[in-house]
């Protein structure tokens, strides 16, 4: 399968790229940062009942994230749409992420008991269907948009600061709108979750209006050379793509651990949401900085290096911020702005992964002479989720094993103690195992970057 290049990288594209994860974070992040606490607090479910229901989501993602990149590819390979092999897909599935996402919201307030846990099932699931359709071809965008390291470091930047807007402004205005109407009424939540959704709704139409496909597959491949069960071929030969999968998983049970016990311990040990919003806004100059130095950094530095010492100096503050909590009575404001920096420092990861996930495809074609951007970045995606179900499992499973009580005025001493872990120590362990990934277990060296410039090249020359 051969590609090449047409026109050139541009600032439309760039912001166009940048729109992508910012309208699919605005419905995405609640899941992590109130998406459990509404279901506890707000519907009534049991966290152990959620524990369950968790895994079970996971499980129809762990089918349905590696089918729809492998169906992706096969689509295109049957048919070579002229609109590209991804941006026909962010259309259709634009609409259907939002009137899902108002569903998930909305509906299950008005009902109780097995009709409840009926509707936040199905809703849950089809949610996560549409944001998979969207997900996967904006992700895999990044590939078929540039054409060299230089072009992917831009583009993960783009990401980057979509990802932060798209994770900070439902992350602050939620927990405000929640404490407005009380964080276990349904009505913040409700209107916090319709909200994001119509926002993300016309940011993710910007997205496919303002990218553009420039890496073009060439007509010969076939459907038949694309196979659900190639993946399998991938995650044995490529090694670098395997270090991303344990990087993904690592990285996202930080993330949503973090997030999604947050809200518990600013509820139940500082007795007030608000001050997420507050640590969050301290520490967001922080984020913005970052989203500016990364880029010149791993022009200098490279991707893997940069992304290396962000996760190690990430994993060391969060551990140095769990020490002053055993010595000292950390308040609410210092504890949000040390954790939103040492969590900061290990999401730049999560900001320039794209470029490595690009660098993976292109090693895979390097090695089989097969470009299947939906069915890698689908497998990859799938190990995200893994990691989200592990952190919000860890989450709701916790809330029992620390002795939680919900609507409780004063929790225990061994109940804060416990929050105090989950937020801090934990995430500590899952950013160093997602440094240890990129340390040892990530394999494209220099030379074999110079091997895939030539084989490259050798092609190129080969089609003229």
Known sequence: MKATAKNGLNRKHWFGYMFGDWGGCMTFALMASIFS?????????????MGVLTVVW?????????????????????????????????????????????ALWTVPTFLEGIPLLVALFSFKILYEGAYTMFNIPMGSLLSAMSTNDAERASLSSARGVGSMLGNMIPGMVGPVIIGMFGENTSTGYTITG????????????????????R??????????DIKVSDIFTVLKENRAFVALCIHGICICTMQYLTDNISMYMYSAVYNDVTYKTLAAALSAPFMAGAMILVPFLCRKMGLEKVIRISLLIGGAICTALFAM???MDVGPLVHGVILGIGTGFAMVSIQMQWGLVGEAIDYNEFLTGKRTEGSIYGTFNLSRRIGQTVGLGISFFALDWVGYVPKLDVQSAATIFGFKILCVLVPAVFILGSWAAFRFVWNITPAIRAKMAEAKADAAETDR
């Open 37 to 49: 606490i509404y279901c506890t607090n707000v519907l009534g479910i049991d966290p152990t009942v």
């Open 58 to 102: 996971t499980i129809w993602d762990a089918v349905n994230d590696p089918m729809m990149g492998a169906l992706m590819d096969k689509a295109f390979a049957r048919r070579q749409n002229k609109r590209g092999k991804f941006r026909p897909w962010l259309l259709r599935a634009t609409p259907l992420l939002a009137v899902t996402a108002i």
């Open 194 to 213: 319709v909200a994001c959704a119509i926002v993300g709704f016309v940011i993710c139409l910007l997205h496919y209006v303002f990218t553009e496909e």
């Open 215 to 224: 890496t073009v597959v060439a007509a010969e491949a076939k459907p038949d």
């Open 325 to 327: 909590h055993l010595v």
